[in-house]
């Protein structure tokens, strides 16, 4: 008796091991090339990557100086300095309008720096100083307003002035004060140091700032000068005047000065001997090295 065998169907072998083991294989090829990054950014450029990060710059800066005394034929002074305390600020390399700001509320509620005719225009940039109240005016304005490029900002911030000076809110006596204060601090150059407030500075002033002083980046304690006339301020007559920080160069001579090396609030000479011999008088401006560091912040002086 004969059997007859039927065929078996083949199996078919699975393809889940050779799936695996090529997302094995494939892994294993991503992390040994994150391997060799890590290991090209760590030994290979490590030195270089880590001097990039500390790198700073180093630049000078110059400050004012008390003005030259004068002096009678026979030594007797007939005009001398008078030494005040003084509130300054140094402004840093991209110090943004946000941190000025903060300073300028907390420095309001330590001093008293009464509002000194600033403009409605000098209200407005400070209100829209805070980045958020800034984007909030913005959601307010025309949507191709809203769409218009970054390089077109300058455009833009005319809006928003334009939108709050037709919203224009109002302002406590200590925002009046801090307006005034960041009104200066916004209109310094970089690097250089403006009087945030040079009289009538109490010591109760100057307590209270120094305990805070890390808490306001670029303000500072310091002296500043004004003339002071021993035999009376009858003398002016005939020595002259000084123009103060706020006045600064003269209007008509403003170029002139400026090619010379002054800077725009400069006190200078007016009339007479005070002008006569203003490059005798001026001395000469004091000269620090700073460190500027990865941050644009002042990291040493």
Do not use: C
Not at 166 to 184: C, D, N, R, S, V
Request: net charge positive; glycine share 6%; no cysteine.
């Amino acid at each position: 008796m004969k059997y007859i065998r039927t065929p078996q169907p083949k199996r078919n072998k699975s393809q889940i091991p050779f799936r695996l083991n090529l997302l094995f294989f494939i892994a294993f090829l991503l992390l040994a090339a994150l391997v060799a990054q890590l290991a090209y950014l760590q030994i290979l450029n490590g030195p270089r990557l880590a001097a990039e990060v500390d790198r700073t710059n180093k630049t000078v800066v110059t400050g004012n100086v008390p003005r030259g005394l004068i002096f009678d034929s026979k030594g007797r002074a007939l005009v001398t300095n008078k030494a005040n305390n003084a509130i300054t600020y140094t402004k840093s390399v991209g110090a943004k309008s946000q941190q000025m700001y903060d300073i300028a509320n907390q420095l309001a509620k330590l001093i008293d720096k009464p509002e000194d005719n600033l403009t409605k225009r000098d209200y407005i940039d400070y209100y829209l100083a805070p980045t958020k109240v800034s984007k909030q005016i913005v959601s307010k304005l025309p949507k191709k307003i809203q769409d218009l490029p970054t390089d077109k900002a300058d455009e833009l911030y005319k809006y928003e002035v334009a939108y709050v000076r037709q919203h224009m809110p109002t302002f406590t006596a200590t925002q009046k004060e801090a307006a005034g204060l960041y009104k200066i601090m916004n209109g310094a150059t970089q690097l250089s140091t403006v009087y945030l407030k040079n009289q009538d500075v109490t010591a109760h002033e100057v307590a209270v700032v120094g305990e805070r002083l890390t808490q306001m980046p670029g303000v500072n304690l310091g002296t500043d000068w004004e003339r002071s006339y021993p035999n009376g301020d009858s003398m002016t007559s005939i020595i002259g005047q000084v123009s103060n920080e706020k006045s600064g160069l003269p209007a008509d001579q403003l170029q002139a000065y400026l090619a010379n090396g002054y800077a725009r609030n400069d006190r200078v000479g007016t009339s007479y001997l005070e002008k006569a011999y203003e490059n005798v008088l001026k001395g000469s401006k004091s000269q620090t090295q700073v460190e500027i560091g990865n941050n644009n912040q002042i990291i040493q002086s």
